[in-house]
């Protein structure tokens, strides 16, 4: 149940982002044929399996809260339908956040052997992709200039990026638990955490559809779009009885 919850609401947050497309005079339709053709690109993030309950969790804590804190920046922009968009959404999110947060605490804190095995695990495997979220680093960012102009971002991707660390990086650290980075260190001067490279190739391959899931995630979409083409029909069928 929780997790049917969590997908109907992420899938409340796209109709969100689709509306918000529609005002600019994109169609629904043109939009869904860009993403099953794979010319639309989505968040890399969606391409990296969960393989257990404790990824579940790491996507709430890690995952959402990224997504938090891109989306709170967004909340600020110059254009109304998106930043409506976004404060709903981050809203919505918080409670993704909350609920993957205190379940790793729980893990961490009661769990046997095996389940904080299996947590260690999946932050080593969420933690990389999750930094990707951001962003590649300002300087090679080709589209932030432009977005900062319009005033669709009010914070750049580095930015953001290392506040996410400054803000996560304690906490998961007193849980005992340890980061895929044996370059994170605490910088006193700047009271920043900093971290080591960034595999930006890996990012660039995922974006451009090699990552792990990338065929498989659409190939699903593609499957529920065809499943789903006898309700479309039917309901255009209907709309042009009730016209005539």
Same mark, same amino acid.
């Given at each position: 149940?929780?997790?049917?919850?969590?997908?109907?609401?992420? %899938?409340?947050?796209?109709? #969100?982002? #689709?509306?918000?497309?529609?005002?600019?005079?994109?169609t629904r339709e043109g939009m869904l044929d860009a993403l099953l053709a794979g010319k639309a690109k989505y968040a890399s993030i969606f391409n990296y399996p969960t393989l257990n309950w404790a990824d579940v969790?790491?996507?709430?804590?890690?995952?959402?809260?990224?997504a938090i804190k891109n989306q709170t920046m967004l909340a600020h922009c110059s254009y109304g339908p998106y930043s409506r968009a976004m404060v709903r959404i981050c809203?919505?999110?918080?409670?993704?956040?909350?609920?993957?947060?205190? /379940?790793?605490?729980? #893990? /961490?804190?009661?769990g046997t052997e095996k389940q904080k095995q299996m947590v260690?695990?999946?932050?080593?495997?969420?933690?990389?992709?999750?930094?990707?979220?951001?962003?590649?680093?300002?300087?090679a960012s080709s589209n932030s200039a432009v977005l900062t102009r319009w005033g669709i971002k009010t914070k750049s991707n580095d930015t953001l990026r290392q506040e996410f660390i400054n803000e996560t990086v304690p906490e998961v650290l007193?849980?005992?638990?340890?980061?895929?980075?044996?370059?994170l260190r605490h910088d006193e001067a700047s009271g920043n955490w900093?971290?080591? %490279?960034?595999?930006?190739?890996?990012?660039?391959?995922?974006?451009?559809?090699?990552?792990?899931?990338? %065929?498989?995630?659409?190939?699903?979409r593609q499957k529920a779009h065809d499943d789903g083409r006898?309700?479309?029909e039917a309901l255009a069928a209907y709309g042009e009885r009730v016209k005539s």
């Open positions: 149940m929780v997790l049917m919850a969590k997908v109907q609401d992420e %899938a409340g947050h796209g109709q #969100y982002l #689709y509306h918000a497309a529609e005002s600019l005079g994109a969790a790491w996507v709430g804590w890690l995952v959402d809260g990224a809203a919505e999110e918080t409670f993704h956040f909350k609920q993957g947060k205190e /379940m790793i605490f729980n #893990y /961490m804190r009661h260690q695990d999946g932050l080593n495997r969420w933690w990389p992709p999750t930094l990707m979220m951001f962003g590649p680093h300002d300087d007193e849980l005992g638990l340890t980061f895929p980075d044996p370059d900093l971290i080591g %490279a960034i595999d930006w190739d890996e990012f660039w391959r995922v974006v451009k559809g090699d990552g792990p899931m990338n %065929a498989s995630r659409l190939e699903a006898w309700v479309r």
